[in-house]
């Protein structure tokens, strides 16, 4: 899950939570006061675990980047020390043939 993903599925969770509560206040108007708070403590709840796990996705996707970037940077390593030994041996192949020249 991607984080705008998740962001999309905290609003409408939330949205739809606000929602339930308006009708539970309307359905109940001698509890709104019990339902507000339930309501006021639940949104910030959510609303910090979707941060949360939001960090963690970034943090997963950032670790494997990285990952990748450090694997492949010790394969272009490798190659590079390939194409240098295989220069030095090109080199001293023309010094050798210029000195038979």
Known sequence: M???EL???VIICVTLV?????VLTALFPQFAF???SIEVLLLPAVYSYASERNEQIIRDDYNSLI???SEESTEL???YKKVI????S?????NHYKKRK
Do not use: S
């Not at 606000?18 to 308006?22: E, K, N, Q, R, S």
């Not at 090109?90 to 023309?94: D, F, G, N, V």
């Open 85 to 88: 030994l295989e220069n030095e």
């Open 90 to 94: 090109l080199k001293k192949e023309l």
């Open 2 to 4: 991607d984080p705008t």
């Open 7 to 9: 962001k999309q599925k």
């Open 18 to 22: 606000g929602i339930a509560f308006i």
């Open 67 to 69: 990952e990748q970037i």
């Open 77 to 79: 390593e490798a190659e």
């Open 34 to 36: 019990v339902f507000l």
